[in-house]
């Protein structure tokens, strides 16, 4: 089954692998020391850096593309991911 990045949340991916969300929090957190919203939203913030990289999209239009709807909650996530903004990262890239 593909999963589209914008419907990406815990409740899909427990449900598709059969899983209480208290089991797929246990696995995934043992597999990668990382909760299952964590996952997602690195998931999500690598999806958007290959987005960036193909320069053919905005900044707004990615947010929307890997499933966030506030540009203040990508932009902070983009930044805790890269340690940079989006924009940043960018202007780094034309360097």
Request: no cysteine; proline share 1%.
């Amino acid at each position: 089954t593909n999963i589209e990045l914008e419907d990406l949340s815990v409740s899909q991916i427990a449900s598709m692998m059969n899983m209480s969300h208290s089991s797929l929090y246990r696995k995934i957190k043992a597999l990668t020391d990382l909760t299952t919203n964590e996952l997602i939203r690195k998931v999500r913030m690598k999806s958007a850096e290959q987005l960036l990289l193909t320069g053919k999209y905005t900044i707004n239009e990615i947010m929307y593309r890997v499933g966030m709807n506030s540009a203040g909650h990508f932009r902070q996530s983009f930044k805790e991911e890269f340690g940079v903004t989006p924009t940043e990262y960018l202007q780094k890239l034309k360097e």
